[in-house]
């Protein structure tokens, strides 16, 4: 607590506390599907975005399910803090334009230099996460 005493956080608004406590609609879910991006990595659960959307219909309903219970109980489902961590290129470092023979001797230093990692979440808990934000 003393932590945070130090900091002045900035405190939410009622109008933005009321926002963020409305009921989740089946026509929120339906417009994240909608925007969801087609060509990213997948979740642990390995559903694609455009997986989410051929099957919108079907899975709208339960993702509501699942999302009004979230609300109700106040605890999320063990998958939304699940991630797979991989390594992906750095800007300006994609080695794969670089010659082969160059790379092999360096390969363990390229791996640490030249990637960075990246936490890969459920498609499921992203959506949540969006909902709330907008």
Same mark, same amino acid.
């Given at each position: 607590d003393k932590f945070l005493?130090?900091?002045k956080l900035p405190k939410l608004t009622q109008k933005e506390v009321k926002k963020l406590n409305r009921p989740i609609?089946?026509?929120? !879910?339906?417009?994240? !599907?909608k925007i969801l991006p087609t060509n990213k990595s997948l979740?642990?659960?390995? #559903?694609?975005?455009e997986f989410y959307q051929t099957f919108k219909e079907e899975l709208t309903p339960t993702l509501h399910k699942? #999302?009004?219970k979230i609300e109700k109980e106040g605890k999320l489902i063990n998958s939304f803090s699940e991630a797979r961590i991989t390594l992906i290129p750095k800007p300006d470092k994609d080695t794969t334009k670089r010659e082969r023979e160059r790379e092999r001797e360096r390969e363990r230093e390229r791996?640490?230099? =030249? =990637?960075?990692p990246i936490s890969l979440i459920n498609i499921d808990a992203k959506n949540l996460n969006k909902i709330l934000v907008n």
């Open positions: 005493e130090t900091y609609t089946s026509k929120d !879910i339906e417009s994240v !599907i979740g642990p659960d390995g #559903f694609t975005g699942l #999302f009004q791996e640490r230099t =030249h =990637h960075r």
